[in-house]
């Protein structure tokens, strides 16, 4: 009994599943009753489907090359008449083949094991000659045939899109339905690749840092605890690698970097995961507009070699630039010059307000500089649209940061918005540790006045500091949030399998 394709398979509807689920486990149950592996542990492959493709394009229809294959491939699509069957064969990559079932090539016996336990879904070995069929459709002219993977579950109607919500929690599925599922992992893997080699080509280090942590460091967000029984301590699933890449940067390791997990037990929307990629970077000797530089040619690199051109192009069609020379912009400037009013880190708190106000902004935040920032959020980050560097924030926000070097009130430290969202951040890093210290217990006392985001003196980082470290650029950058800007898609469909509640 074979499925037929076109009719639309209700994947979702609970009875219709079951009845499915139940003659297809009958198949299996009569597979291994006759002997036959419903599973077996390998099947002997001499091809892909793309290399087969790939040797033979451009052939006219109704041609036999005389050259025999032996592949596998998941069933995607499934025809049988009477003396002919057609299945179609997809390979993980998406490519896809015909199989095609004579009569007279397998006989009767083949033919009708084939129409009663074969299904859609299926992963299937198939042995013969390739052929192009009478509408020129590459195939295989089927002389052996076995089951490589018995499915027990239907596919979803591959003639109707998969919801956001069923993409996200069925991501298995996904993939095999969806190619833009599937070109995006390559991007992502592509991506990665080559922030890889950039870093390579300029002498850094990749490092892995500890992710669990007897205290939460190097940014300002809320941390996972959890709780070590071999220790008997809660420790913290770290927020940032930040303060131990550091502490080997201390230790003279000049050009170190890292990609890997971090954990925010905040909010989640198109923008944030609580779970992420995270490429972090530190360059002795160099400071926040050196490692700017250094982020420009990562991300451009990045789109060179995922799309193989600076200009990509969205999920949507949109065509977005990455290319020539990023704008670098000042925050308190780009902020005045929006709001038509002086705004500098002497403007008084009370003007800040009442600007707030003026617009119907909310803030309640015991940080000066936090009025800024979201002052900035409203007149400035939504007419940002090509790629641009924000430079100099509030020092009361920034506790890692270096004081600006020639401006009072502000730190070195960049925010790069891409697509008008924030990408990456740079800095040059705050490397005197009596200053250090000074941050770290104003950020002590506003975590004792209950903010759960602010960081706590750590003594163990401030005594590696003590011992000298260089002057240093650091940067760091969400993948996710790379290929957000590479594929024009939400957080959620960048990251292979996201937290959904």
């Given at each position: 009994?074979?499925?037929?394709?076109?009719?639309?398979?209700?994947?979702?509807?609970?009875?219709?599943?079951?009845?499915?689920?139940?003659?297809?486990?009958?198949?299996?149950?009569?597979?291994?009753?006759?002997?036959?592996?419903?599973?077996?542990?390998?099947?002997?492959?001499?091809?892909?489907?793309?290399?087969?493709?790939?040797?033979?394009?451009?052939?006219?229809?109704?041609?036999?090359?005389?050259?025999?294959?032996?592949?596998?491939?998941?069933?995607?699509?499934?025809?049988?008449?009477?003396?002919?069957?057609?299945?179609?064969?997809?390979?993980?990559?998406?490519?896809?083949?015909?199989?095609?079932?004579?009569?007279?090539?397998?006989?009767?016996?083949?033919?009708?094991?084939?129409?009663?336990?074969?299904?859609?879904?299926?992963?299937?070995?198939?042995?013969?000659?390739?052929?192009?069929?009478?509408?020129?459709?590459?195939?295989?002219?089927?002389?052996?045939?076995?089951?490589?993977?018995?499915?027990?579950?239907?596919?979803?109607?591959?003639?109707?899109?998969?919801?956001?919500?069923?993409?996200?929690?069925?991501?298995?599925?996904?993939?095999?339905?969806?190619?833009?599922?599937?070109?995006?992992?390559?991007?992502?893997?592509?991506?990665?690749?080559?922030?890889?080699?950039?870093?390579?080509?300029?002498?850094?280090?990749?490092?892995?840092?500890?992710?669990?942590?007897?205290?939460?460091?190097?940014?300002?967000?809320?941390?996972?605890?959890?709780?070590s029984n071999a220790f008997d301590i809660d420790l913290?699933?770290?927020?940032?690698?930040?303060?131990?890449?550091?502490?080997?940067?201390?230790?003279?390791?000049?050009?170190?970097?890292?990609?890997?997990?971090?954990?925010?037990?905040?909010?989640?929307?198109?923008?944030?995961?609580?779970?992420?990629?995270?490429?972090?970077?530190?360059?002795?000797?160099?400071?926040?507009?050196?490692?700017?530089?250094?982020?420009?040619?990562?991300?451009?690199?990045?789109?060179?070699?995922?799309?193989?051109?600076?200009?990509?192009?969205?999920?949507?069609?949109?065509?977005?630039?990455?290319?020539?020379?990023?704008?670098?912009?000042?925050?308190y400037e780009s902020l005045s010059e929006a709001a038509?009013?002086?705004?500098?880190?002497?403007?008084?708190?009370?003007?800040?307000?009442?600007?707030?106000?003026?617009?119907?902004?909310?803030?309640?935040?015991?940080?000066?500089?936090?009025?800024?920032?979201?002052?900035?959020?409203?007149?400035?980050?939504?007419?940002?649209?090509?790629?641009?560097?924000?430079?100099?924030?509030?020092?009361?926000?920034?506790?890692?940061?270096?004081?600006?070097?020639?401006?009072?009130?502000?730190?070195?430290?960049?925010?790069?918005?891409?697509?008008?969202?924030?990408?990456?951040?740079?800095?040059?890093?705050?490397?005197?540790?009596?200053?250090?210290?000074?941050?770290?217990?104003?950020?002590?006392?506003?975590?004792?006045?209950?903010?759960?985001?602010?960081?706590?003196?750590?003594?163990?980082?401030?005594?590696?500091?003590?011992?000298?470290?260089?002057?240093?650029?650091?940067?760091?950058?969400?993948?996710?949030?790379?290929?957000?800007?590479?594929?024009?898609?939400?957080?959620?469909?960048?990251?292979?399998?996201?937290?959904?509640?």
């Amino acid at each position: 009994m074979s499925e037929n394709p076109d009719a639309p398979e209700p994947f979702d509807a609970d009875d219709d599943v079951s009845e499915q689920k139940a003659v297809r486990l009958a198949k299996r149950e009569r597979l291994i009753d006759e002997g036959t592996e419903a599973y077996p542990v390998e099947v002997p492959i001499t091809d892909t489907i793309a290399k087969v493709r790939a040797r033979h394009t451009d052939l006219e229809a109704d041609v036999a090359t005389g050259e025999t294959v032996a592949l596998a491939g998941r069933i995607v699509h499934l025809r049988n008449t009477g003396k002919l069957c057609f299945a179609a064969l997809q390979a993980g990559d998406g490519e896809r083949i015909q199989a095609m079932l004579s009569l007279a090539e397998v006989g009767q016996d083949s033919l009708d094991r084939w129409k009663e336990l074969v299904d859609l879904g299926d992963h299937l070995f198939v042995r013969g000659e390739v052929i192009t069929s009478r509408r020129g459709e590459l195939s295989v002219l089927v002389a052996e045939w076995r089951i490589a993977s018995k499915a027990v579950l239907p596919l979803p109607n591959l003639h109707a899109e998969l919801s956001e919500e069923s993409r996200v929690r069925s991501r298995y599925l996904d993939l095999i339905v969806r190619e833009q599922a599937r070109e995006t992992v390559r991007a992502r893997a592509k991506a990665v690749a080559s922030l890889r080699r950039t870093f390579d080509s300029h002498d850094f280090l990749e490092l892995e840092t500890p992710m669990l942590q007897v205290q939460h460091g190097g940014a300002a967000a809320r941390p996972f605890i959890t709780h070590s029984n071999a220790f008997d301590i809660d420790l913290y699933l770290r927020i940032a690698p930040e303060l131990f890449l550091k502490r080997a940067a201390v230790g003279g390791l000049e050009r170190i970097f890292e990609i890997n997990r971090n954990f925010r037990n905040e909010g989640a929307d198109s923008t944030h995961s609580p779970e992420f990629a995270m490429l972090e970077a530190y360059q002795a000797y160099s400071d926040y507009n050196g490692i700017a530089d250094l982020t420009q040619e990562l991300i451009q690199n990045a789109a060179l070699d995922a799309y193989g051109s600076h200009v990509v192009t969205w999920a949507d069609g949109t065509e977005y630039d990455l290319g020539g020379e990023w704008a670098r912009i000042g925050m308190y400037e780009s902020l005045s010059e929006a709001a038509g009013v002086q705004v500098t880190p002497e403007t008084p708190q009370d003007e800040l307000t009442a600007l707030a106000e003026s617009v119907g902004i909310e803030i309640e935040h015991p940080l000066r500089g936090k009025y800024v920032e979201e002052l900035w959020e409203h007149f400035v980050k939504p007419g940002l649209v090509a790629p641009t560097f924000v430079l100099d924030f509030p020092v009361d926000t920034s506790p890692l940061v270096r004081d600006h070097r020639s401006k009072a009130g502000v730190v070195e430290k960049w925010d790069l918005y891409v697509r008008g969202f924030e990408l990456a951040t740079g800095y040059s890093e705050l490397v005197d540790p009596v200053i250090q210290r000074e941050r770290f217990v104003e950020q002590a006392l506003l975590a004792s006045k209950g903010d759960p985001e602010a960081m706590r003196v750590d003594e163990e980082f401030l005594r590696a500091l003590e011992h000298g470290m260089p002057p240093t650029g650091g940067m760091g950058m969400g993948i996710d949030r790379l290929l957000m800007a590479l594929t024009g898609l939400g957080i959620r469909e960048t990251i292979l399998f996201p937290l959904v509640k």
